[in-house]
């Protein structure tokens, strides 16, 4: 069993899997400000809560996208469960083929979810991770990284709104039933979440216009349940893409098969 931890601006989700099956899966908020101790006292008293044999983990794996607080959250991991993780990066063993300008700038997250996807998902493929940005990830018929899409996130649009226009107010994130709004609330809700469904839409028709094919479509992170079903285009949710991801790349790391 190994703990997996895939480190976002917003949150930080991680999960115990073994062999391939995520036996539990919890989110804590990132805060570049808690200390080793904190994190730790946090992912202990979650695994306890959840009955989990912390002497059963064999190792640990990290995505990253705040470097910051890789290793504060190392040294918390080591804490609890006696392993040092394994930090993923463009260097790991993780057999993508990256075809980018500079592969070396490719974020951890979107080569986890890429990796993930392809041990899912026939290629080619359009991956939507909708997290506090929205990043769009293609793969082509080769299974070959071929570049993406980096735009603003649902909340971010909702939060620069909010404190940039004097009459608009915070609201939550859910889906309004019809795209004409009757209020201010409504019109926001479908300017930022139908606006993002209908962006999606039209990227995908883009993408396989320049890849010349259709592409099996993938969503995930913390707002691609509220957006997927408003899609046009077939589109499969997988919430939990980025562990699995995790597993296959700690697995090739380790050199075990996956």
């Not at 930090?87 to 075809?99: E, M, T």
Request: proline share 3%; charged share 20%.
């Amino acid at each position: 069993m190994i703990l997996a931890l895939d480190v976002g601006n917003t949150n930080i989700v991680f999960g115990c899997i073994d062999d391939g099956k995520i036996l539990f899966e919890g989110r804590i908020s990132t805060d570049r400000g808690r200390t080793e101790i904190e994190y730790a006292v946090i992912l202990k008293n979650s695994l306890e809560i959840q009955n989990i044999d912390i002497s059963a983990f064999d190792g640990a794996i990290i995505s990253s996208v705040v470097p910051p607080i890789d290793g504060v959250l190392s040294r918390a991991i080591k804490m609890v469960v006696g392993h040092e993780p394994y930090i993923v990066d463009v260097k790991s063993n993780h057999g993508l083929v990256i075809d980018i300008d500079r592969p070396e700038t490719l974020g951890s997250d979107l080569l986890t979810g890429a990796v993930a996807a392809l041990s899912e998902y026939p290629a080619p493929l359009i991956i939507f991770d909708l997290g506090t940005a929205t990043t769009i990830s293609v793969i082509d018929k080769n299974s070959h990284y071929a570049g993406g899409i980096i735009t603003t996130g649902l909340r971010l649009s909702q939060q620069t709104l909010s404190a940039n226009a004097s009459q608009l107010p915070g609201i939550s994130l859910k889906a309004p039933e019809t795209v004409i709004g009757k209020s201010t609330e409504h019109a926001m809700r479908s300017g930022i979440i139908i606006g993002c469904a209908a962006m999606m839409d039209g990227m995908i028709d883009r993408i396989e216009k320049e890849l010349g094919e259709k592409a099996t479509v993938v969503t995930t992170g913390g707002f691609g349940a509220v957006v997927t079903d408003l899609l046009t285009h077939k589109a499969s949710y997988d919430k939990d893409l980025l562990l699995k991801g995790l597993w296959v790349i700690y697995n090739k790391q380790k050199g075990l098969s996956n």
